[in-house]
């Protein structure tokens, strides 16, 4: 079966400093991988997605994902933290019209 | 550009009485429709989904049902909510991209509370 980890249920780090969320998957086939942010009240924003070629995929706000295969991994990174990312952080496998998501990185960011 | 809108945006509603929150999809056609529940904390529950008018599947069992009267209309609803029936209700849809896979965009979001 399908599945989605996110190991990291809460993170803190300081504004400027560098972050990484990580993702594990159990797929059986290529996967279709995304990373999603939700602000608290408001509904998930696709931040990135890969499905194909390079392995490092750019997003938006700064956002960076690499798929690594062998780790069945795609962690999210970004060089330096601004106050706003503040947020919830999904991680999601798609397959065709079903998705799976991981349960979620809360990330607090300290002045 | 596709849109996606949900209301109301807040409910507060009463053990028992019924419920219906809307979805509609603007500016794309045919596409994949989904209901999500969010609890206070978690992570994302999927509770309904359609690939067409008609058609719903429903992953989890429960109180709550859904329906798509129109291609771009996803409506969920109960005939009596329950405490349990709180959360954050996500509606969400996807396209399938040429020679790629679903995408999947969410609404905003219907907080409901049920005391």
């Known amino acids: 079966a399908q599945s989605v980890t996110q190991p990291d249920i809460h993170i803190t780090v300081s504004e400027g400093a560098s972050l990484e969320l990580r993702c594990n998957y159990s797929?059986?086939?290529?996967?279709?991988l995304f990373w999603y942010v939700q602000s608290p009240g408001q509904g998930l924003q696709l931040l990135l997605k890969?499905?194909?070629?390079?392995?490092l995929v750019q997003g938006i706000k700064g956002f960076e994902a690499e798929f690594k295969r062998s780790q069945s991994s795609f962690n999210l990174r970004k060089p330096s933290v601004h106050w706003s990312d503040a947020a919830e952080y999904f991680c999601?496998?798609?397959?065709?019209?079903?998705?799976?998501f991981g349960t979620g990185t809360s990330l607090t960011v300290i002045p | 550009s596709q849109t996606i809108h949900q209301w109301p945006a807040t409910l507060v509603q009463p053990v028992g009485s019924p419920l219906s929150l809307e979805c509609t999809v603007e500016g794309t056609s045919n596409p994949n429709l989904y209901w999500y529940r969010q609890a206070a904390g978690r992570g994302l529950q999927l509770l309904f989904y359609?690939?067409?008018?008609?058609?719903i599947s429903s992953e989890v069992p429960q109180n709550l049902s859904a329906s798509r009267p129109q291609d771009r209309q996803f409506i969920l609803s109960s005939k009596k909510l329950l405490l349990s029936d709180s959360g954050f209700y996500l509606c969400?849809?996807?396209?399938?991209?040429?020679?790629?896979?679903?995408?999947?965009?969410f609404g905003p979001g219907t907080r409901l509370t049920v005391l």
């Open positions: 890969y499905f194909s070629g390079d392995t």
């Open positions: 969400a849809w996807s396209v399938q991209l040429a020679g790629g896979p679903d995408t999947q965009y």
């Open positions: 797929y059986g086939a290529t996967p279709y």
């Open positions: 999601a496998v798609g397959y065709g019209n079903q998705f799976y």
């Open positions: 359609s690939v067409g008018i008609g058609q």
